[in-house]
T-cell receptor
């Protein structure tokens, strides 16, 4: 089955610790994204990667880091510099654009990781 | 002003009712539009794209008004299983990002028996 997996589903972190959230996809998608979702707010873009070995900051990149060494994998590290890390983190991927196709901009999401800082 | 605005609800409706959600967006250069559905504590999933001519998928009808920068979703004959949060999503062409999805905060629908 093709899809996007994220692990762990729930993660608890002590203040001052770095943690890494896993995101893997076997859909052969080039583009991958990380979002965070807070209650009452829309998803906000943290980082994105259009291709292997390249990634760009999104709207709220401070306190986060990523790597894209393989097409299938886009892990997100939440560092101790992130002031308010408790949130629901969602990874997504997107297929290449199809001219005129409605699937051009559809992003497929993983099941998410719920991070709580204790 | 938020880039994509939705009424957060909740909309509480009986089974069988017709309910409509609205969404406005601020960037007139936005290129494409979507409705995603998100169940409680789950990931968003694409419900339908929204086309200028309006489009229908079973009980769901989506409309786009580019002049007013307004998107709507109509659900007919509501089912209990329609209870979820509905996210209005706009695709913008942004210099830094290329194509970027901008998400509304969502509208909560609760269908009751």
């Amino acid at each position: 089955d093709g899809g996007i997996t994220q692990s762990p589903k729930y993660l608890f972190r002590k203040e001052g610790q770095n943690v890494t959230l896993s995101c893997e996809q076997n859909l052969n998608h080039d583009a991958m994204y990380w979002y965070r979702q807070d209650p009452g707010q829309g998803l906000r873009l943290i980082y994105y990667s259009q291709i292997v070995n390249d990634f760009q900051k999104g709207d709220i990149a401070e306190g986060y880091s990523v790597s894209r060494e393989k097409k299938e994998s886009f892990p997100l590290t939440v560092t101790s510099a992130q002031k308010n890390p408790t949130a629901f983190y969602l990874c997504a991927s997107k297929p290449p654009g199809l001219a005129g196709g409605s699937s051009y901009n559809e992003q497929f999401f993983g099941p998410g990781t719920r991070l709580t800082v204790l | 002003r938020k880039e994509v605005e939705q009424d957060p609800g909740p909309f509480n409706v009986p089974e069988g009712a017709t309910v409509a959600f609205n969404c406005t967006y601020s960037n007139s250069a936005s290129q494409s539009f979507f409705w995603y559905r998100q169940d409680c504590r789950k990931e968003p999933k694409l419900l339908m794209s929204v086309y200028s001519s309006g489009n229908e998928d079973g009980r769901f009808t989506a409309q786009l008004n580019r002049a007013s920068q307004y998107i709507s979703l109509l659900i007919r004959d509501s089912k209990l299983s329609d209870s979820a949060t509905y996210l209005c999503v706009v695709n913008e062409l942004v210099e830094r990002y290329g194509n970027k999805l901008v998400f509304g905060a969502g509208t909560i629908l609760r269908v009751k028996s």
